[in-house]
């Protein structure tokens, strides 16, 4: 089935470590996305690709990074630099300009915790 | 800048009635789509429907609607015979429509917690 995964749907971090999110997706999207969610808030963007081997800061990346070296995988690391990872991590993708681009897809989500 | 503002932080219908969720935005964008999302217990994100600013007819999708008023700034979702499987977090989102490093950037609302009473 054609979709996006993440992994792992639960990760925890300790003080001061750095841990990478996946994000997978065999939807032969171009673009893809990471965004944040805390409780009681809506989601906000983290990073952004619209093609491999580019990408660009949304509106909070400050504490993590992002690399796309394949088309499919869009791998999120949440750096020690990060001060209040704790929340809901969620990838998603979209076609791209041409056709319906704008629409997102989504994957299930990674709960982050530090412990 | 998009700026996207859901003034409802809770809302509750009875199954089988009819529930307006209200949104507004604020683009700079001369074309931009606009969409609402569920987000049940199970956190997955589903696009439940979609309007693309150019064109004037509110989009429907079954049981969904909008009401579109461009000149307003506002998208409201009419959720008609509600169903206890409707109930979710709800959010309104907007995506710039023009070429350039914005195209896709979603940019969210705070949602509204929908429940449905049997």
């Known amino acids: 089935d054609g979709g996006i995964t993440q992994s792992p749907k639960y990760l925890f971090r300790k003080e001061g470590q750095n841990v990478t999110l996946s994000c997978e997706q065999n939807?032969?999207?171009?673009?893809m996305y990471w965004y944040r969610q805390d409780p009681g808030q809506g989601l906000r963007l983290i990073y952004y690709?619209?093609?491999?081997?580019?990408?660009q800061k949304g509106d909070i990346a400050e504490g993590y990074s992002v690399s796309r070296e394949k088309k499919e995988s869009f791998p999120l690391t949440v750096t020690s630099a990060q001060k209040n990872p704790t929340a809901f991590y969620l990838c998603?993708?979209?076609?791209?300009?041409?056709?319906?681009?704008?629409?997102?897809?989504f994957g299930q989500g990674t709960r982050l915790t530090v412990v | 800048a998009q700026t996207v503002t859901q003034s409802q932080p809770e809302m509750s219908v009875q199954e089988a009635e009819t529930v307006t969720l209200s949104c507004t935005y604020d683009?700079?964008?001369?074309?931009?789509?606009l969409f609402w999302y569920k987000q049940p217990p199970s956190r997955q994100m589903i696009l439940v429907i979609r309007?693309?600013?150019?064109?004037?007819q509110n989009a429907t999708e079954n049981r969904f609607s909008v009401n579109f008023q461009k000149a307003a700034k506002s998208f409201s979702l009419k959720i008609s015979d509600s169903q206890l499987g409707d109930a979710a977090m709800y959010f309104c989102?907007?995506?710039?429509?023009?070429?350039?490093?914005?195209?896709?950037?979603?940019?969210f609302g705070q949602g509204t917690i929908l429940t449905v009473h049997p």
């Open positions: 683009t700079s964008e001369s074309d931009y789509y």
């Open positions: 939807l032969n999207h171009d673009a």
């Open positions: 998603a993708s979209s076609p791209g300009q041409g056709g319906f681009g704008a629409e997102a897809f």
């Open positions: 690709s619209q093609i491999v081997n580019d990408f």
């Open positions: 989102a907007s995506s710039p429509n023009a070429g350039g490093t914005s195209y896709g950037k979603l940019t």
């Open positions: 309007q693309e600013a150019y064109k004037q």
